[in-house]
């Protein structure tokens, strides 16, 4: 589940427990995003990839071992701007070391789906601690995240050039430097 998602609502639902939100890549605030980020992805992989991808997840069987590294070694590659750098980035260090468990990805699923068919919009609207957007330029986009940095009064939404989906991987330094600005910017 995407925590960046999660975020907003967190602070929404626990506003007594936030000094500021962090909102990176984030996905919006209305469920349906989904569909829209896929066809974005897929268009970045090539011809041969989407068939390897096609085969993987036409599996009659659930995706272990060989078979489902591939599927996030080439979903992952299509969070970067530049494919190398995640290939790179792949072969320094594991996949994913803490493997995401299908059953709480649904339940946080179903209820993130029933928290976003809510009233975000004005509850947003009246977040009363700073919010950061930190969006990638090239991500799917980058919209959703500037109306979600938009509607909070103390938001704020930077796009970090030369990034995918993982700005934080592919452009440590913009992205540290816009989170550490906004932090100076919160008296503690």
């Given at each position: 589940m995407?925590?960046?998602?999660?975020?907003?609502?967190?602070a929404l639902a626990h506003p007594d427990r936030v000094l500021g939100v962090l909102y990176p890549s984030g996905t919006g605030i209305r469920w349906g995003w989904q569909d829209d980020t896929r066809r974005h992805r897929l268009a970045r992989l090539s011809l041969a990839?989407?068939?390897?991808?096609a085969c993987l997840e036409a599996r009659d069987k659930p995706l272990a071992g060989d078979a489902q590294n591939g599927i996030l070694r080439l979903m992952w590659q299509t969070d970067f701007a530049d494919a190398a750098r995640a290939a790179d980035m792949l072969d320094d260090q594991p996949l994913y070391a803490f493997p995401r468990d299908p059953r709480v990805f649904r339940e946080v699923s179903a209820s993130l789906r029933e928290t976003l068919a809510g009233p975000v919009e004005p509850a947003l609207r009246g977040l009363g601690c700073p919010l950061v957007a930190v969006h990638d330029a090239q991500d799917a986009d980058p919209g959703r995240a500037r109306h979600v940095a938009d509607l909070a009064p103390a938001g704020r939404f930077v796009s970090i050039e030369d990034a995918e989906h993982s700005p934080w991987l592919e452009q440590p330094d913009p992205v540290a430097?816009?989170?550490?600005?906004?932090?100076?910017?919160i008296a503690l």
């Open positions: 995407r925590s960046r998602t999660a975020s907003p609502c967190s990839e989407r068939e390897e991808l430097s816009a989170v550490r600005g906004r932090l100076t910017e």
